[in-house]
């Protein structure tokens, strides 16, 4: 087990390295993940995967800083009410000599092989013992096991770890970070990409549990394992893409925000034109995909793929676009760029979600299809980054959901950002103060465009613990709620005619479809544990996905009785990366 460390300094307050939005202190009074496993046994499946991807988090935070932890281990890897954090970095001690037989071989099975030879600590190392931790948090023991410190030196130099039951991406990556020379271990941002792109955002299979009820007045200790994925998940958001839900401030808090009743504001939706067939046409075209594959299309179809991003070669993710609604596909941006065309075809969006790692301005790049104008405009400063682009109806604006950090604390979600590709303006507007608190046991919240355009609509934790969706006008204010839907889905919130959105939480694995007027329920879509929501087809259908085998993601159209009735996509994906789509009116 875990031996704790020397104490090299006294106590200090918390300290944020390089304003990252990531803290790091000395946790007094806070549990240990050793502590949680002891007390509680290893954690398996999703919660473990979350915790991987929060404490990554942390150290590629600490290492786009220039500091190096130097001594991740379980006893410092801390769970605090804000989510998974290592203790602050402490000064790494001398490797003890093979022959004091004073020290235990426990002491070196959370080091790292360079630190036995005598070398300083890196950020490599960091990687090293940072999967030592999570075949930990799988285990409840190190994967160098006991034995005399010979025997343990030995298997740490020859990287003879056992990895116990962690399986697919994870072990992968686990087995990568534990190579005895430090430079064929990936670094944190790239460990990261690989857990991120393994967690996917997984719309159904992640937040399709049936809605608990409320707790009663006198609250009771709720289950650890949605609070290690709560919190785990808000600390990631600032590079997967997920964030913090905040509490509105008082004004706009859910029980006093205006409800759906009287006459709230309307969020407008067009008929469609013709009634949706019940059938989708057939595929009568076979488009090769760059990244392998194949795009099976119909002329008649109302929508049709415009971008996608994929992994490739298990490290990075590669976007690929096409001019419009037909041709072919072209790469663009460069690696772990995210693409987004809009609704008409004509304009690309391109945005490296993580730039904050590199860059201290974040800038989309824009290009013009119909004239081949090129230009960028800002979305975000280190160390807030923007992401989740979705497009308005009107093809002019484009919004993007503003992560940061109030002070020294979590990540949250700050607000939004518009982008005027005509107006050629950037206008951030903050949703969130400094009264605002983190609720890790909440949903983060993330923005897309209203029908009518007019305003954004997020997902929000009610004060009974459920999840619903509020509407905000383009100043931030809270317009509307209807807190019994749940938790919105897909990259299209609403349907082509915006009469309809869809969300999980009415049953485990189920869909329901709402009426965006009324708050109505329209239809239940049966529930399907390995699927995932992707966005509309037309009014009758949805678009979902699965995995089809090991590399093979398959895209295809749903009905509402869940039913898939066309096939739309066949499309290689590696590292398990869950493929981001874009699909525009045909």
Known sequence: MPQNPPQHSPQRPAEEPAGLGYVVDDGTGLPSLEDEIRAHGPLTGTALHRLAIATMTGLAALHRAGITHGAVRPDT?????????????VPASAPPALDDETVAAGTLVWSTPEHVRGLPVSASGDLFTWAATMVYAATGRSPFGEGSM???????????ADLGPLDGPLRAL??????????????AEEALLRLIGYSGLLDTALLSEPVPPADPPARRRRPRTPVLLAAALAVALVSAGVTYLLVPPSPARPAAAPASTASPPAVTARPPATPPPATPPPATTETG????????????????????????DGKRTVAYARAGTSGDFRRVGGANAVAVVSHDGRRLAVVNELSFAQFQRQEVAFTDHRTGERFALPAATAPDVAQFLNWNRDNR???????????????????????????????????????????????PPVYYWTPDGNGVMAYYTTPELRNGVLFRDLTGRVTRT????????????????GRLFVTTGCGIYDLCVWDTATGERRATVPGDKGAYA??????RHLIRGRW???????????????????????????????????????
């Open 548 to 586: 089809a085998g090991k590399d093979t993601f398959r895209v295809s159209v749903t009905a509402f009785d869940g039913t898939e009735v066309r096939l739309l996509a066949e499309m290689n994906s590696t590292g398990e990366v869950l493929p981001h789509l874009t699909f525009v009116t045909g």
């Open 482 to 497: 209807m807190h019994w839907v749940g938790n919105p889905v897909g990259r299209e919130r609403f349907s082509p005619s």
């Open 534 to 539: 992707i966005g509309w087809y037309d009014d």
């Open 289 to 312: 995909l760059p990244t392998g594959g194949t795009l099976y299309e119909n002329p008649a179809d109302p929508v049709k793929l415009a971008s996608y991003h994929v992994g490739q």
């Open 174 to 187: 686990a087995a990568d970070c534990l190579a005895a020379e430090a430079g064929e271990r990936p670094t």
């Open 150 to 160: 010979t025997t343990v030196v030995n298997r740490l130099l020859h990287g003879a």
């Open 397 to 443: 604006r484009a919004l993007l959901t503003v992560i940061g950090s109030l002070g020294q604390g979590p990540p949250v979600t700050r607000g939004f950002v518009i982008l005027d590709v005509v107006a050629r303006t950037s206008t951030f507007v903050p949703t969130t103060d400094a009264q605002d608190r983190p609720d890790p046991d909440a949903v």
């Open 77 to 89: 890897v801390l769970l605090g009410p804000r989510g998974p954090r290592p203790r602050h970095p």
